[in-house]
């Protein structure tokens, strides 16, 4: 197979991956919504009692966070195939008579810091990982949130109880 040949394959092969790869982050980016939306309606709309509320909500928030390190995995993985792509194809055009080589022309524009991180310290995969991160700090705030009614509730029952009374 000629030179050019392969390096076509390759450019092909890593645009799909990144087409995957962004299918992927919006499929996960609808889950998470789902899910949030769903604690956020089961807390405030639902006729059910609270205590209901918290022991459904709680397993939708624990989904989430679950989800969303699978999601952060999925990225560093995606991040790594496409990293091997990028440096192939970069050897290729080292190997190409006249070629523009444009994947070192991207490195002139977002030159490569000490760790060999292109666009300085962050990285699109380091950018794409404040979205699942976000999502996380909003469950965890979700599940803080419900604990502390949860723990309201709990202390009414045990200090306002006619039981209550006889302990005191």
């Not at 000490?114 to 979700?142: A, C, Q, R």
């Amino acid at each position: 197979m000629a030179l050019f040949d392969e390096y076509k394959l390759f450019v092909e092969d890593t645009a799909r991956i990144s087409d995957r790869r962004q299918m992927i982050s919006n499929i996960y980016t609808a889950v998470n919504s789902i899910l949030l939306a769903a604690v956020g309606l089961l807390i405030k709309d639902f006729g059910l009692g609270f205590t209901w509320k918290v022991f459904l909500s709680l397993p939708l928030i624990i989904a989430g966070i679950v989800v969303c390190l699978l999601w952060i995995q999925l990225i560093h993985r995606y991040k790594s195939l496409v990293g091997i792509r990028m440096e192939v194809l970069r050897a290729t055009e080292d190997k190409m008579v006249d070629s523009i080589q444009m994947y070192h022309q991207e490195d002139k524009l977002y030159p490569p810091d000490s760790k060999g991180s292109s666009f300085g310290s962050s990285t699109f995969s380091d950018i794409e990982n404040k979205l699942p991160m976000l999502f996380i700090f909003l469950y965890i705030f979700f599940c803080i949130v419900v604990l502390i009614f949860f723990i309201i509730l709990i202390h009414d029952i045990l200090y306002m109880s006619p039981c209550a009374k006889l302990f005191n």
